[in-house]
C-alpha cells in the first residue's frame, strides 16, 4: 500500500512525523507537506504562480516540502508518486471539530485526496505548547486498523480528545451557531487590529464529533463532497418561475 502524508502545520510539525512513523507500518510512506504552516488555508490552490518542491529529512521517511498550500501538496504528491491508496493527514496540532470543517487545511488535504479519486483521512489532536504525540500513536494505529480496510469510506475526519481515549466513536458532524465578534485593538506602535472571537450559542449535540471528544472517545466522521441539501431540493419546482 502507497500511504501519501500532507498537513496543514508544516513538514517539519512532530504531528506529520508521528503519522508518518505509524502509517509506515501499514505500507510505503511518502510525506509531502507546506514549506511552512498553513493552517486554516481551507481548500485554497495556487493558482497565480508555479509551485516548486525540495527533498527534507524527516526520520527515515523519504519527505519533500512545497512552497504552496495543504491541497497542493497532495495534487503534486499524487502526481509525482504512482498509484497512491491512500493520502492521510497530520496529525494536526488542534482539533478540527464541527465548522471548522470549513477552514480547516487539514481537512482539504484530505478532501483533495477524494477529489482526485484516491480515498483521505485527516487527523487532529489537541495538544498544548509543549505537543507530545506518543499517547496518541497507539489509537491512531487501532484508527488505522480500522479504517484502511474499509474501501467504501472515502473520506474520514478522525479527532482524538486531550486526554487517554477510552473508545472509538462514529459520529455526525457537529453544526452549532456562533456569535461571532470582531475585537478591536492596537499594537505597540498605536497601529489598529481587530480579533475575530466566538461563541456557541447552541449546546453540543450528542453523537456529534464534538460531543465523542468532549467525552473521552476518539471521534470518527464520514465526509462527502457533495454539499446538495437533497431534502431542500426535493421540495422545490422542477423549473423555478420568474
Not at 11 to 20: F, H, N, R, T
Not at 45 to 64: D, F, N
Not at 71 to 98: E, F, K, P, R
Not at 113 to 124: D, E, F, H, K
Amino acid at each position: 500500500m502507497r500511504i501519501l502524508i500532507a498537513n496543514d502545520d508544516g513538514v517539519y510539525s512532530p504531528g506529520i512525523a508521528a503519522l508518518a512513523e505509524v502509517a509506515s507500518a501499514y505500507g510505503e510512506v511518502r510525506v509531502v507537506a507546506p514549506d511552512v504552516e498553513m493552517s486554516s488555508a481551507s481548500h485554497a490552490i495556487t493558482a497565480s504562480r508555479p509551485l516548486s518542491y525540495k527533498r527534507t529529512r524527516l526520520g527515515g521517511v523519504e519527505a519533500y516540502r512545497v512552497n504552496g498550500t495543504p491541497a497542493d501538496c497532495v495534487a503534486l504528491g499524487a502526481y509525482h508518486w504512482d498509484s497512491v491508496d491512500i493520502v492521510l493527514s497530520g496529525i494536526n496540532l488542534g482539533s478540527n471539530l464541527g465548522n471548522a470543517l470549513w477552514h480547516s487545511g487539514t481537512l482539504a488535504a484530505a478532501k483533495q485526496a477524494a477529489l482526485l479519486g484516491l480515498r483521505g483521512i485527516a487527523l487532529s489532536a489537541p495538544v498544548g505548547d509543549d505537543p507530545r504525540f506518543d499517547q496518541f500513536k497507539p489509537w491512531v494505529a487501532r484508527v488505522l486498523e480500522l479504517l484502511l480496510p474499509l474501501d467504501a469510506l472515502q473520506l474520514v475526519n478522525v479527532n482524538f480528545p486531550e486526554a487517554a481515549p477510552i473508545g472509538l466513536r462514529w459520529t455526525r458532524q457537529s453544526v452549532r451557531h456562533y456569535d461571532g465578534k470582531v475585537v478591536p485593538g492596537k499594537d505597540p506602535m498605536g497601529r489598529e487590529h481587530f480579533w475575530f472571537t466566538v461563541i456557541p450559542i447552541e449546546a453540543t449535540e450528542e453523537g456529534s464529533d464534538r460531543w465523542a471528544v468532549e467525552h473521552g472517545y476518539v471521534s470518527m466522521t464520514p465526509l462527502r463532497l457533495d454539499l446538495t441539501d437533497e431534502a431542500v431540493l426535493a421540495g422545490l419546482p422542477r423549473e423555478p418561475s420568474g
